[in-house]
């Protein structure tokens, strides 16, 4: 039996970023934008090229990259925005210009400060200027589930007219609830009358923890395309993740018979992707791609899963991606096997890289007796995100206990190719140790959140550590991993300080204080 199709639009790279301390740089960006297109989700959203100049380049390299999926960029409703747009997407095979401006009585009055009458011409203008670029341009009625009907209905059949070829209807505040959505998609398919010239797109927030049903219950009202995002990520609570939407499509087929183009088998590997390079973690109970979402505890709901893992299971594990907790190799295990290991689990990596986190594996299988599909991948992914740093974790060695005042840190660190040693105490190691990092590089930031948790079960397993830094109002995030847990929080405190100067040149190009 044929579905009808719902495309898939993510917003990672975009909303996603716009989570308070996700950004990503350009390379991160590609790397995941590369996922996203083998995993074939057919719309990627790669930025807001006005924003920065580092936007501007990183959805110019994500259109030279991608190849099979759209590339699109966000731009507001003016010309200067428009046009900056097409000239970050002239690399991309297939481009969309998305453009926006708000359309709610709030938004219009108080934002905007603009009248209504002239949102709507600027409706027309936006989305003419888009199309002398490319035919395919999306328009989005920011606040759409709070205008009012009869305005959004003349601005999406102006926006039809001029040209948009996609019409994206957002719950900009998360604020909408299921029955109402529908209604209101519905509501636009009988009162629109160029509707059928256009796909109607839906984009929800996570506010009132309903993104994922609203997009679901438009689907239903004749959506066919959901604005979505790798572990939900987003503004404020977020936006619809895309691992619920696929998957919920795709188990309940016999209620939603529609089909998405996306490879659920590599959403496990994507949502560790993302959460590696944003330092966002994924919360356990995440439904999809959290640590427990497959995991049985009690021992009725084991037995009846080793009788019929149907009782329990809806969907699952492999279908995600997710593979039994393999014992990887031991510390006899041979560079060919490594690699081998890797594709398995999806990584094609180039020499050099693959000779840096062999090092590592054989340093791991040394302090480890066991090493796991989870270690792997966690130190896999810490390499390759960690290719272009400045600064670099070297060595350390830390006193501490009962039978010391003052816990100590010895830290090595390579700050722009150069190799730098400090000692600093603190009140605590991880205080000592955090100083020393201070030392050698700068502490304008300020701590904001640490947490540590294991990666795999076991004594020996890695920790995997946390890290938000906060500088004049500007977050970032940062994640470690090591069997040693100091060694993982240097990890996390040095890959968020990473971002930071990332951040920080973007607007002053500082030189490093020490
Ligand atoms: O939430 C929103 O309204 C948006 C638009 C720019 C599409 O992100
Ligand atoms: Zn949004």
């Known amino acids: 039996m044929a579905f009808e199709r719902v495309l898939i639009f993510d917003t990672t790279l975009r909303d996603g970023e716009q989570s308070p301390g996700a950004s990503m740089n350009q390379h991160e960006k590609v790397r995941i934008a590369k996922i996203l297109e083998e995993m074939r989700v057919d ?19 994500v259109a030279r990259e991608v190849k099979e999926a759209v590339v699109c960029g966000l731009a507001r409703s003016s010309k200067g925005d428009i046009d900056r747009c097409a000239e970050a ?181 994507a949502s560790h992707t993302v959460s590696t390079i944003t330092g966002f973690p994924v919360q356990p109970n995440k439904a999809i791609v959290g640590a427990n979402a497959f995991a049985h505890e009690s021992g009725i709901h084991q037995d009846g899963v080793l009788k019929n893992a149907q009782t329990y299971e809806i969907m699952t594990p492999e279908s995600v991606g997710l593979k039994k907790s393999n014992l990887v190799m031991g510390k006899h295990s041979g560079r060919h096997a490594f690699r081998e290991k890797l594709k398995d689990l999806g990584y094609v990596l180039g020499d050099n890289a693959v000779n840096e986190a062999f090092k590592r594996f054989k340093d791991l299988a040394d302090k480890k007796k066991d090493v796991y599909d989870e270690d792997l991948i966690a130190l896999v992914d810490d390499e390759v995100v960690r290719e272009n740093d400045r600064i670099k974790f070297v060595s ?39 100083n020393a990092i201070k030392q050698l590089t700068t502490d304008t930031q300020h701590l904001q959140i640490y947490q540590v948790q294991a990666l795999t079960g076991g004594t020996d397993a890695q920790a995997e550590v946390t890290i938000r830094l906060e500088e004049a109002g500007k977050t970032v995030m940062g994640q470690g991993a090591d069997t040693d847990t100091l060694v993982a929080s240097a990890r996390a405190y040095i890959n968020a300080l990473n971002k930071l100067l990332v951040k920080r040149e973007r607007t002053a190009p500082a030189a490093l204080s020490a």
């Open 396 to 434: 350390l060695e830390v006193v501490c206990g009962t039978k010391v005042a003052r816990q100590t840190a010895e830290l090595e660190l390579e700050v722009d190719g150069v190799v730098k040693k400090t000692l600093a105490t603190g009140d605590g190691p991880v205080d000592a140790l955090f």
């Open 89 to 269: 997407l002239a690399p991309a095979k297939r481009g969309r210009i998305h453009t926006f401006i708000s359309t709610s009585p709030l938004h219009m009055k108080f934002k905007l400060q603009m009248e209504p009458e002239v949102v709507y011409q600027a409706v027309i203008d936006s989305v003419t200027r888009a199309r002398t670029h490319t035919d395919d341009v999306e328009w989005s009625a920011e606040d759409g589930s709070r205008t009012e009907h009869d305005f959004l209905c003349r601005c999406v059949e102006a926006a039809i007219r001029a040209g948009a070829t996609t019409i994206n209807i957002p719950d900009t505040v998360g604020y909408t609830v299921p029955e109402e959505y529908h209604d209101l998609i519905k509501m636009l398919f009988n009162r629109v009358p160029n509707i059928d010239k256009a796909i109607i797109s839906v984009h929800c927030h996570n506010d009132l923890g309903l993104a994922v049903a609203n997009s679901l219950a438009a689907v239903q009202a004749g959506a066919r395309q959901v604005e979505c995002t790798i572990n939900g990520l987003g503004e404020r609570a977020g936006n619809a993740a895309l691992e619920e939407i696929v998957m919920a499509l795709r188990t309940r087929k016999d209620y939603m018979p529609f089909e998405t183009a996306v490879r659920a088998e590599l959403i496990t590997r």
């Open 43 to 61: 719309i990627i959203e790669a930025g807001f090229p006005i924003a920065s100049q580092g936007d501007f380049e990183a959805v110019q390299a």
